[in-house]
DNA sequence: ATTTAAACGAGACGGTACGTCACGTCTTAGT
DNA sequence: ACTAAGACGTGACGTACCGTCTCGTTTAAAT
């Protein structure tokens, strides 16, 4: 958390950016999409509210912003196999989302996109270009790449469905989907 | 929309609840969440705030109730194969939540479930709940109730994520997930 | 406390009514004109709203009649000298205020009469006859009834500010103001 | 009637505060208490309740308020005896309670002084101020200080009297209290 | 002896106001 | 020019009480 920041003049100050993000992304790993509001954002960061509205022009640009962070950091190895590969992908998913605050980010963005359509777009033109990688990734096993971007869509779906009702796949459960998956394009 | 209506007596008047309900699924299909205030649905329904308050504690459980009260509805007809079932069920889904308020209030109801645990809890049970249903039929015809219960669940899943996305897939779409699900369990 | 009553059939209820007016005032003793609302009067009094209104039309109206209850209590004895009388009107009315509910009664109906005419006419009539009595017993030890008058008007008056204000004369307070009316109609 | 106001920075607005003052104090003129709520004070004043709130804590604070800005105007002139310094000041209150808001205003401050011990406070706080100036005056002509706090003490309380029941006295009733007071304490 | 009619406790009804919270906008004072 | 701070109007939150209405029960009075 931030400590009292001032001004450094006629330009944007980089450590009020970053005390913003931060708050915001902590909020929503705390206490998820209900206590992230733009006061607690501010009040956190020691930031001043107008501060905020500069840079993002409402509460769903910031959440969006926050979301935005987390893509660096969405990355999982290759196997070698593309049952290896289909299986990690779902593994790791989990893995990220409950390791790190993306968990309650996502599900923060899927929820503000069923209100918001911006939130809505971004979401989806950040899902079509992850899945386009994942896609991608599980055709170089010599998949059909129409059959890999379903299997991607659908696993990517799956995970979603666990992450929004609140559970989470054992290994056995990842091991029968990538099954049903592999066999189901086979 | 609602005439003011009297009081029955010492008894909950069902013309209230059915107004209140009315006015709330309403809201909720032609603004979604944002839209879906406790304030708002009392002005559509001509009732009284404190009236909404006395049978709903809060704006989730209304919520909650809308969502209730469309199971009634979900139901879609038997083919008589396993292929024809799978595909109808993941068809009707759509249709269902297209053609009728199902869409918006759905949608509503998982957005509000990922801030609102009480919310989590009675949409995941409801699922629960249908998923038996559905995978009691496709085991109907010979297959293993866990494979069942798997391709229900992948399934929902993929449905929920088109829904969330403001996706709807074509006719061909839905075909290949029936084939990749009942190929990848068969 | 009035446990509950049933009907007495088609005719009222002595018990409710006397429930009700005893609920009523001692509400007004304990929590002044603030905790006296209908619905916390039912409620003590174990009565329906309904029978309340249907025998006092409103909460003035209710409240005027727990403060006419209060007037058979309000007399005092004679000394046989108009000091002695003017002297023992005034003390005995802060003995009365102050050793019943009368003074929270007084002081709210007071405090009702500034918004509600019904309660001001009221108070003002009930004053008027009170202060007929009073002044003719002043009159009885050879003072002008209209100087009988105009000091009883002033020892009440001055009786209500100290009142209002919270506060009470002592004996040595009294004794100055009987002297100086009596003194000044001399 | 004020028109919208935007905020002039972090710090006071005087014209909402003047906006709502008046506001407040129209209303007791036009209304009395009756109709003297926060949400009333804001539509009238076209200014947001948490604007209220944030600068009077209720709704017996706004009061308070506006009766405290009574205070400038409460003056009266010297006269040069006591008989006319004391007939003028009962006569100046009259007056001033009937051509200004001042009358309804402390007849609804005197109202919420038997409900609420805040209010009660205040304005015994401010009577004591006010009585101290008054028999200073009177004290001015000879008169010994604790007669002349008796006869101010006495003044006021008629006063409020008359004021409490509607009632306002004629000059030969003002001139009869006066000679009353002066013979009482001579 | 039976029926009628009104009073009873209970509590739901549509409203209004309460006092609180967050929204997104605006201006100040300082760096 | 950019910062922290915080006031502004708007509008929803969930609660209390208003005065009205109907329910089903009870019982005295009228048949």
Redesign the pocket.
Known sequence: MAQ??????????PA??K?ILDAARDLLAEQGLAG?????VARR???????I???W???TRLLLAVYAGLKDEMVHPETGTLEGDVRGFIAHLFEFWSGTPAGPVIRSVIAEAQTNAEASAAFLAFHRERNAETSARFARHGLALDKAQAIAEIAVSYAWGQLLTGRRPNDAQIARLTEILIRGVG
């Open positions: 009292a920041r001032k001004s450094i003049g006629a330009q944007r100050n009020s950016e005390a992230f509001s733009i006061e607690a960061a020691r930031a001043g509210k107008p501060t509205y500069r840079w022009p409402d509460r």
